[in-house]
């Protein structure tokens, strides 16, 4: 029971450009969603996180975007850079402290 | 930086053997977690833990599982029976006190258990 998708499990960018990551869930009961970060051999790190009162949430090259309506949320890195290379996972949560719940992650190579 | 570590980073283990994966989460943190992954999977919620009780756990995390805090800073996962489908790489987490439990955990860098 996939309740978060990530349906591109790899992603290649060049750098400068911009990196789309897509996400989509099905339980419309989430109202938190969170992006992860991971390195090899390292746990994941936040990223960013967006809650479901809003469509939009921007830190830096990082912006988070909501669509309520499809249960779509997209990571946009603009400019990408070689060091975002990383394999990134959407979260997604609702009210009463449940827990995360994680798709597969996309792993995203930004060539030089 | 504050970090949640982890040990040891590998582990490989007999079927049927116990484990005892070990975490220090964040000192001022109040709120326990482990997470796991299987190779090529989505990371997996197995048991939170706050004021030194479990407050919730998945269906993953049966009667072979149990967590402990058996000190003021370690936070231990213990299997008791391994088997071949725990083989995973397992994380800790924490959150400190004060935000939502569910908000930007702190993950360790994680245990890969083998188990053979």
């Known amino acids: 029971d996939q309740q978060v998708k990530q349906n591109s499990p790899s992603l290649s960018v060049q750098e400068g450009r911009i990196s789309i990551l897509n996400c989509d869930y099905t339980?419309?009961?989430?109202?938190?969603f969170l992006w992860y970060k991971k390195y090899p051999a390292e746990g994941p790190t936040f990223l960013i996180s967006?809650?479901?009162?809003?469509d939009k949430n921007e830190d830096g090259r990082f912006t988070v975007f909501l669509n309520k309506s499809a249960k779509h949320l997209s990571l946009h890195i603009v400019p990408s850079q070689p060091g975002d290379s990383a394999v990134y996972f959407c979260a997604a949560s609702y009210s009463g402290n449940t827990p995360l719940v994680f798709g597969k992650g996309t792993r995203l190579s930004v060539i030089a | 930086e504050p970090e949640v570590t982890q040990t040891p980073s590998h582990q490989v283990t007999q079927m049927g053997q116990e484990v005892i994966l070990r975490c220090v989460p964040i000192?001022?943190?109040?709120?326990f977690y482990w997470y796991r992954q299987i190779l090529g999977q989505k990371v997996e919620f197995l048991v939170s833990?706050?004021?030194?009780?479990?407050?919730?756990k998945s269906e993953i995390f049966d009667d072979q599982f149990s967590v402990e805090r058996p000190d003021g800073s370690n936070f231990t996962l213990k299997i008791r029976s391994t088997k071949l489908e725990d083989s995973a790489m397992y994380f800790c987490a924490s959150t400190p006190a004060g935000t939502r439990t569910n908000e930007k955990l702190f993950f360790g860098s994680g245990t890969q258990l083998s188990v053979l």
């Open positions: 833990f706050y004021n030194n009780e479990i407050s919730e």
């Open positions: 000192s001022n943190h109040l709120y």
């Open positions: 339980n419309s009961m989430f109202d938190y």
């Open positions: 967006i809650s479901s009162i809003k």
